[in-house]
């Protein structure tokens, strides 16, 4: 089977998305280590498998699905959850620095609404992109949005935050 990216558009799509990919791993395990782990057992698979790509438009999609995968085993290998601490939260908040607060609240959101805010707001992907990348509905991805805007805006009015 010919593969509809070749090795080279591979590298370049990489290292135009290697921030995203981490940030976007990050915003999955709250670990630096761990999502450094996945982004680069992400680029290994997306090698491996660069064949299965069906469209090159979905390129991006396409890889940001395998960063999700990883960080999912990552997920499913831990026994317990491990809390935010407070170093984690300073270094997330320096991907942008008009950012820095809000980013501090995705990162304090369960796994399930941080991905979808993350995916939706910082990285610009569609609803249905987000779906797709995640496995789950575009219904699924709506409802997850709602609830994670409304936590935002719930968490910043608690901390004195006021928007219209």
């Not at 491990?82 to 990162?107: C, F, H, T």
Request: hydrophobic fraction near 40%.
């Amino acid at each position: 089977m010919e593969a509809i990216i070749t090795e080279d558009e591979l590298t370049n799509l990489i290292q135009e998305n290697r921030k995203e990919m981490y940030y976007f791993a990050m915003s999955m395990l709250n670990n630096p280590t761990e999502a450094q782990d996945t982004v680069g057992e992400a680029v290994l698979k997306a090698f491996e498998r660069r064949y299965q790509l069906c469209k090159r438009e979905s390129a991006k999609a396409w890889i940001m699905q395998i960063v999700a995968n990883e960080a999912k085993k990552i997920l499913r290998h831990r026994k317990r959850t491990v809390p935010l601490e407070e170093e984690m939260l300073e270094k997330a908040g320096e991907r942008k620095d008009s950012y820095d607060d809000i980013w501090n609240y995705i990162l304090a959101l369960p796994l399930l609404f941080r991905s979808v805010i993350v995916l939706y707001y910082f990285e610009q992907f569609s609803v249905e992109e987000i779906g797709k990348i995640l496995g789950i509905s575009t219904g699924t991805v709506k409802s997850r949005l709602s609830r994670s805007r409304e936590k935002l805006a719930y968490m910043m009015q608690e901390e004195g935050y006021f928007y219209e």
